[in-house]
């Protein structure tokens, strides 16, 4: 998933934390209301979800066959467990039997057949149904309109549902736990346009009340099938306000710091001081990505040269205050496939130097190709400072005057995937917790969405041979391999991987740890109040 | 006076096509791709092309602006690109209602406040109450909701703790006085200097000395000489200010969290979201056409004098 800035990128993926704690004791009764600000969310179909705003109320409120548990691995959801074919190609899915719609009805496989061909119908738009459900054989056919049903999904009897993917990938059930493959109620979508208002779901949480860009109100689904939540509701203002008024005025119960209050609130004297929290950061990855098909960039020395020449520990101290780590790998830290030992590429303005004098345009720097960078940004905003930084270190260690171009963001994603810029600034932020996420879809060679033009035959080959690998050591190994490749090819100088956040919560507030995790999850049925 | 109402009636729907028109061209020529920002990171250029296709925005720009005025007479203005599975009309109509309210209020701030004002300054022109208020309004006029809006919030909120800081409850809910004042504070500057300016201005005309002579009582010369007549261009700002309604304000609702029309237009700027661009232009044209006759109509009460042809 794209990011536009480390500020603009909390986040995307999905993880349930359903499936742990396990239980035990006597049932609590469900009390409180928890409040918190959000944003209007662009969508409530599961299937058109593809936002975190969206996310967020979407995992509340459905489910699907599987879910992440905190840890990051699938665990049962609707599905109570599942076994996979000799040549693991073909998954059957036992469903639970208290598994139930808000309205009662028991979830069945027709239900889930019926959700996955009505997210893979042309007619519904769902732009993510190929990312997350095209490796699930006759899904494209069913796109494209020319097969009225999924051929991989066939219904064996009223709890078990088997499905076929195109080969033995075993990142498959990851991308399942994505809400494009949740299973909706047909009577509910069926009941009219604007029936994700009044929807049916699975989730441990009912849609109570829906004002579009002014409230959201969830309230308990005492029947969940994986514990009913210990909050009576969770209220969600769309329509902003201003976040530390109304934290400190009690009109809502967490809040993330932004850097102008956050020296105040670390003052060990400011009462607020005891409920800073800090959250992990986000799985995300902030890079400059050069056109390796367009001179200078299509000599690997040029675009090595510009990312020795640049000193990222000195930027992120000095000029970002800390709010991001230098990054020195694809993979974000903590996320599956992470190399703590590869130290990227740091800062040497030597090596540098000799790399652009070895390169096919350092004989002639007077002849050196023009470069234009291009950032997105709207409202005239300002270029930014970590970026003014790298200029001025590429001027001052290589002699190149980088131009910067700046373009409104609408126009920006539509240049950047056909190839029409030569430089240019961009994040990406992880979709479901496998490497594939990153390196696969961003470094193919027949990937969509490799927009450098970067190709390495060894790293395609790397690539496609860890898609089926079954043994998930080997298959990582792969990833580390294609991915020291990458870096060492250097089609993105890569910048920055968020930092920790920061964020107030009211102490009444119990299993706040929740609200800390660096992903999208439904979590608010472990939350409780404490008076 | 009836005919002169009719043509500028009739007129308005043409006004109204050609203004859609243009803004169907505008945004379908300008740059970004309202289908690159519904997809997002996954942009297999196949899917593009047939939501593309799906949406009818691969036809002719003039067989799109038919079939969405056609779809539009019918009262649908189709579906968001950016909120998915929402009609237009869904979108802006509670909103639009939310923003409507907080200008009116706004607006009552402005008059209640600003003529009073005005025209004690007129009357003591030139005197220390004419220089406070008229510097006062300056100060006043000069504030921007930055300033203001956390000021307003730091005393009720933080200080006083007698409002709560953000929400919205309709006319009467205390919740709309901070926005309220801080949207109507300026316009009561504008019209307080407006009302003294044009006051005194007809404070020194030939009728009003004439009225004194006569021996009338200066209250009913103010009354009834001075107050009308000066009422008129005070009158002008005020009924095109009834057209600003409908276009919300953006810094203020999002400072308050009121669910208005502001930030949706923003968002739908950015968005590139044609049917809620289009719908809302249409619908801020609108108000002005009719704002505009308003005006002109009430001008004919004002002043006798004016005819229409």
């Known amino acids: 998933m794209r990011a536009k800035t480390i500020l603009v ?78 040549d693991r190609k073909t998954y059957t899915f036992t469903l639970r039997r208290n598994a139930k719609f808000h309205s009662g009805k028991a979830v069945t496989a027709n239900d889930v057949k019926w959700s996955l061909e009505r997210a893979a119908d042309p007619k519904t738009e769902s732009t993510t149904v190929d990312t997350y459900m095209g490796d699930i054989v006759g899904v494209k056919d069913k796109l494209i309109g020319k097969a009225s049903e999924i051929s991989g999904v066939k219904v064996i009897d009223e709890r078990t549902i088997e499905i076929t993917i195109d080969a033995p990938k075993s990142y498959f059930l ?36 829906y004002k579009p860009g002014e409230l959201i109100v969830l309230e308990r689904f005492a029947d969940y099938h994986l514990g009913a939540a210990k909050l009576n509701s969770v209220r969600f203002f769309l329509a902003g306000g201003n976040p530390m008024v109304m934290y400190e005025n009690n009109e809502i119960d967490t809040i993330g710091v932004g850097l ?17 929290n800090v959250a992990a950061p986000g799985f995300q990855t902030s890079y400059l990505a050069m056109n390796v098909t367009r001179p200078p960039f299509d000599d690997p020395k040029v675009r090595q040269a510009l990312a020795y020449a640049v000193d990222k520990e000195e930027i992120a101290s000095k000029v970002l205050a800390n709010r991001v780590k230098a990054a020195t790998t694809i993979l974000p830290p903590g996320f599956p496939g992470f190399n703590p030992d590869q130290k990227g590429i740091g800062f040497d303005p030597q090596k540098a130097k000799q790399l652009l004098a070895e390169s096919k345009y350092g004989a002639n720097m007077a002849n050196f190709p023009r470069i234009t960078l291009t950032a997105p940004g709207a409202l005239g905003s300002a270029v930014g400072l970590d970026l003014e930084a790298m200029l001025a270190m ?106 920790e956040r920061y964020r107030l919560i009211k102490p009444k507030v119990k299993n706040s740890q929740y609200l800390l995790l660096p992903l999208v999850v439904p979590k608010y049925r472990l939350l409780s109040l404490e008076e | 006076m009836g005919a ?22 505008l945004s379908l020529y300008g740059p970004g791709d309202p289908i690159q920002i519904i997809m997002q990171q996954y942009q297999d250029p196949a899917i593009v092309q047939r939501v593309r296709e799906q949406r009818g925005l691969d036809k002719p720009v003039l067989v799109q602006y038919g079939i969405y005025i056609k779809n539009a007479l019918r009262g649908d203005f189709g579906e968001s690109f950016k909120f998915r599975g929402q009609t237009v009309s869904s979108l802006i109509g509670r909103r639009l209602w939310v923003s409507a309210q907080l200008g009116l209020a706004s607006l009552v701030v402005s008059l209640i406040l600003g003529i009073p004002f005005g025209l004690l300054a007129a009357q003591r022109q030139g005197r220390w109450q004419d220089t406070s208020i008229i510097s006062g309004s300056l100060f006043f006029y000069s504030m921007p909701v930055f300033i203001t809006a956390p000021f307003l919030l730091m005393v009720f909120v933080l200080w006083l703790k007698i409002l709560p800081s953000h929400g919205w409850g309709g006319l009467f809910d205390a919740r709309i006085i901070m926005p309220a004042l801080i949207l109507g504070l300026p316009g009561t500057a504008f019209i307080a200097r407006m009302t003294r300016n044009s006051t005194v201005e007809v404070l020194s005309q030939d009728y009003v000395r004439t009225a004194r002579s006569k021996g009338l009582s200066e209250f009913r010369v103010f009354w009834y000489h001075v107050l009308r007549n000066a009422m008129i261009p005070v009158f002008t700002v005020v009924g095109l200010g009834l057209a600003t309604l409908v276009s919300g304000a953006i810094i203020t609702e999002t400072y308050f969290g009121i669910p208005g029309i502001g930030r949706l237009t923003l968002d739908a700027f950015f968005a590139r979201d044609y049917p809620i661009i289009t719908a809302l232009t249409l619908l801020i044209a609108g108000a002005y056409v009719v704002a505009n006759l308003i005006v002109d109509i009430g001008y004919r009460f004002l002043d006798p004098r004016i005819k229409f042809e």
């Not at chain 1, 006597?26 to 969508?43: C, H, I, K, M, Y």
């Not at chain 1, 240019?424 to 992880?430: I, N, S």
């Not at chain 1, 961003?442 to 033009?453: A, D, I, P, R």
């Not at chain 1, 079954?470 to 100088?493: G, S």
């Open chain 1, 9 to 86: 990128s909390l986040l995307a993926l999905m993880v349930l934390v359903a499936g742990c704690g396990g239980g035990g004791g006597a049932p609590q009764a469900a009390a409180g209301e928890f409040v918190r600000l959000w944003n209007d969310p662009s969508t409530l179909d599961p299937h058109l979800t593809g936002d975190t705003a969206s996310a967020e109320i979407v995992v509340e409120v459905y489910g699907g066959l599987v879910t992440l548990d905190t840890d990051l691995e699938v665990v049962p959801d609707l599905a109570e467990r599942w076994t996979i074919s000799a």
């Open chain 1, 394 to 499: 590429w001027r001052e260690n290589l002699g190149i005057q980088i131009e910067v171009q700046q373009v409104e963001f609408a126009t920006f994603l539509g240049d950047v995937d056909a190839r029409r810029l030569q430089m240019w600034e961009l994040g990406w932020v992880a979709d479901y917790p496998d490497p594939q996420n990153f390196l696969d879809i961003l470094f193919h060679s027949k990937s969509v969405n490799n927009q450098t033009g970067y190709s390495n035959p060894e790293v395609d080959q790397l690539l496609e041979q860890a898609r089926t690998e079954a043994d998930e050591a080997k298959r990582l190994d792969l990833y580390r391999q294609a991915e020291d490749l990458i870096i060492k090819d250097a089609p993105w100088i890569l910048t920055w991987h968020e930092a």
């Open chain 1, 260 to 276: 102008a209050d956050l020296p105040r609130i670390q003052d060990p004297k400011s009462p607020l001081n005891k409920e800073l």
């Open chain 2, 4 to 25: 002169y109402i009719v043509r500028r009636l009739l007129w308005t729907p043409v006004l109204l096509f050609i203004i859609g028109l243009i803004t169907f061209f």
């Open chain 1, 174 to 209: 990851a991308k399942l736990t994505y809400p494009t493959a949740f299973v909706l109620d047909r009577e509910n979508v069926q009941s009219g346009p604007e029936w994700f208002k009044k929807p049916n779901g699975t989730g441990p949480f009912k849609l109570k009340e």
